[in-house]
Structure formats: C-alpha cells, structure tokens
C-alpha cells in the first residue's frame, strides 16, 4: 500500500474537486455479502461527484486491509468515510476513527448488517443518497472487550464459535449463516466463567449481583420455585483477585454472553428493537439451555442411562427454543434459561487458568482471539457518544 492515499488515484476526479471541496472516501469490501458491487460504487461515486464532493475509491485486498485505509484517512482527516460492506468492514474503519473528524457512513452490503439497521440506512441507492445530502451527523455509543471496540455487539461463547466458523467458508449470504448456525449448535459448549459488572438494571432474581452474606430482598416474581432453587446454588467460592469494577464478582456457566450497544443482530435477529445507540448502557443477555448458571450439568459429569440422555435432550431442546425466541421475536424475555442485564462496565474472569489461554471473542461478527494469562481479565466498557456517523 502506498505511502500516502493522495498518491494513489483509484477513480477519475474532474477539475472541479480541487480546492475546498468536501473529500469522501470509498471503502468497499468486495467479497461482503457475495454481491458484486461496481455498479453501486460507480453510481454513487458519480452521485457525489455532481454534488461537488471530491471522491475516491478504496477496494480492500486483503483481511483487515481497511484498518490501514482508515488510518490514513484518519491522519489525512478526510470528512467523510462511506463503508460499502458489512459489520465486519465497518468495525475495521469505524474502530479507526474513534475520535477523529471524519463523519462515517455505510451502504450495507454484508451477510447481516446489524449495525446499518440502527438507523435509516438502505440497501436503495436513490433513498440513500437522499439521506446522504442531508449531512445530518450524530454521536453514538461506542462498546470496547479487550482493546477491541465494537459498534453493535461483542460475544464471548456460541456466538464467537459461530463467527469463526462462519468466517472459513467460501460463500457468504444469509443462507451460508443459518447453516452454519445449525451446525454449530450440535457442537456448543459451555463456559465457567466469574462476572463482574455495573449493574443498573437486572430482569432477573435481584440476590444474584448482590455481596455474599447480603440480606436477600422477596423472590422476584419473573422466577418459578425452579430457578429460585438453582439461585440458592451459588458457589461459595472465596474471592482473591480485586477487579477493576469493586462489583459482586460471581461464578457463571453459559453457552454464550453478549452485550449489545444496538437492537438488531446477525440481520434478522432483534432482541432490543427499541434500543438506540445513545442510551449510554450495555445490554447484557447470558444464555445456558440447559438453565442452571450455577454448576455444571449432569450430562458432563457422569455417564447417563439412555432415558436420561432422551429426557436431557428434550430439555436442550426446550431451552435452546426459548433462547432463540428471545432473540428472533423478543418473546420470553425472563425465562430460565436467560439472565439480562443493563450495565456499563463489566469483567470476565476465565475459571480454571492456570496457563496462558486464547479466548475466542466476536466484535460486530468478526471472530478475534485475546490471549489472557493466569490472574487477567477481559474488561468490557462502554464510551458514551465516542463516535460521529452519518444518518
């Protein structure tokens, strides 16, 4: 790559753009969503051209090949930044331009686009461009996991398994993403992880952030007897490692964690669809089908008669229902087999480290790994109104 972006001129400029005209830059992924996608550059660049924006082109080469065209663009402080591609492209820019001058938009054309769908962004390229001219800007939360920022939504889990998987195949699109969503489910796992988080709201029990020893309040009227049962499980575990949060630190096991800055994930799923992206809190939902957070479940610890193994799998199969009604239509949001949240901070403490370990995690549905040692953590946040886009 070039030095300098000025030096690399990807798409004919007329007379006109030279002086104080506003610069846009194209940044366009151009596998995203297995659509070809130069006839779309062409009319947009053409679009912007007319109405006196200077434009150019950037086709990305290679895996994380935008995170260097943003930061250029960033240290030539561009104005704009147009994303023509999915989550994954625009959280390789986005995460460039935390701070910086330059408004960003997106033209989505990727597998899910959850993030486009926060807002009024259309895959119609009249009614976008439309949206376009206006140049009505807006800052809006910005989540970090690690030293990973994300713009819509972070896993640790299914989810995660899922996105790196998803990421090996040779063809993309919604169908290529329901498969190996299935597929992935007949080989999910669980995780023993210790959470600490800024608890502002919980939809669930209220003793289970609270201190040991702490006087519990009534049982909530969103649990059976079943789930006060588990509640009264809780590991007893000693507390050695401070944590950055000074918050009830507890003992979980889940299938999957995700924390949402958006409403909408993966494209068709909307588990918050009146969440907005400048609330200033994280939406929390642990998931475990088999519904007991507190320990580990009967199938792995000892060998099952067949009877049993048939009325486990009826009961997985009941609680991954209920899991992907929550995300898919919004329904059941206190069942047993889901805890959410409300929070601003979080840590995640891995059980069991006792050498160095790759945490697989996901940022906007990109898979990234982040190696944590014995004792560290992976610290969550959220930068209230860190990033200006264009809506």
Do not use: C
Not at 188 to 215: D, G, T, V
Not at 221 to 241: D, G, I, M, P, S
Not at 315 to 330: E, H, T, V
Request: no cysteine; hydrophobic share 40%; glycine share 6%.
């Amino acid at each position: 790559m070039p030095a300098s972006l000025e030096e690399k001129k990807t798409y004919p400029l007329s007379n006109q753009f030279q002086g104080n005209s506003p610069r846009v830059a194209l940044i366009i992924n151009p596998i995203s969503g297995g659509k070809k996608k130069k006839k779309i550059v062409a009319t947009l660049a053409k679009h912007l051209e007319d109405r006196h924006f200077a434009v150019k082109i950037f086709w990305t080469e290679r895996p994380k090949h935008a995170i260097f065209i943003a930061q250029e663009l960033k240290n030539l402080e561009y104005e704009y930044a147009v994303v023509i591609a999915g989550d994954g492209t625009f959280n390789e820019v986005a995460s460039q331009l935390v701070g910086s001058k330059t408004v960003v938009s997106i033209f989505p054309s990727g597998s899910g686009n959850g993030w486009a769908k926060n807002f009024s962004y259309t895959k119609n390229l009249k009614t976008w461009l439309l949206a376009f001219e206006r140049l009505q800007t807006r800052l809006v939360d910005v989540g970090k996991i690690g030293e990973h920022y994300f713009f819509n939504v972070a896993s640790v889990g299914f989810v995660a398994e899922v996105s790196a998987s998803f990421q090996g195949l040779k063809k993309r699109g919604i169908r290529a993403y329901f498969f190996d969503l299935f597929r992935s489910i007949q080989n999910f796992r669980l995780y023993a992880m210790r959470l600490s988080i800024n608890l502002l709201q919980s939809s669930r029990h209220k003793n289970f952030w609270q201190p040991k020893n702490h006087p519990s309040p009534p049982d909530s009227l969103f649990f059976n007897q079943f789930q006060n049962a588990l509640v009264e499980k809780k590991q007893q575990e000693k507390q050695t490692e401070e944590v950055f949060t000074n918050y009830p630190t507890e003992e979980v096991v889940f299938s999957n964690l995700d924390f949402f800055l958006g409403r909408t994930f993966g494209g068709f799923l909307r588990p918050f669809p009146r969440k907005n992206l400048e609330e200033g809190v994280l939406n929390v939902i642990i998931s475990n089908p088999w519904g007991d957070f507190f320990s580990v479940p009967m199938a792995k610890q000892k060998k099952l008669s067949f009877l049993q193994k048939i009325k486990n799998f009826f009961w997985l199969l009941q609680g991954f229902f209920f899991i992907f009604s929550r995300y898919l239509f919004g329904w059941f949001p206190n069942n047993i087999f889901l805890l959410e949240e409300k929070v601003r901070q979080a840590e995640i403490l891995p059980s069991f480290l006792s050498q160095p370990q790759k945490i697989l995690i996901q940022v906007d549905g990109e898979p990234r790994e982040i190696l944590l040692a014995p004792g560290d953590s992976l610290r969550v946040k959220i930068l209230p109104q860190a990033f200006k886009v264009l809506v």
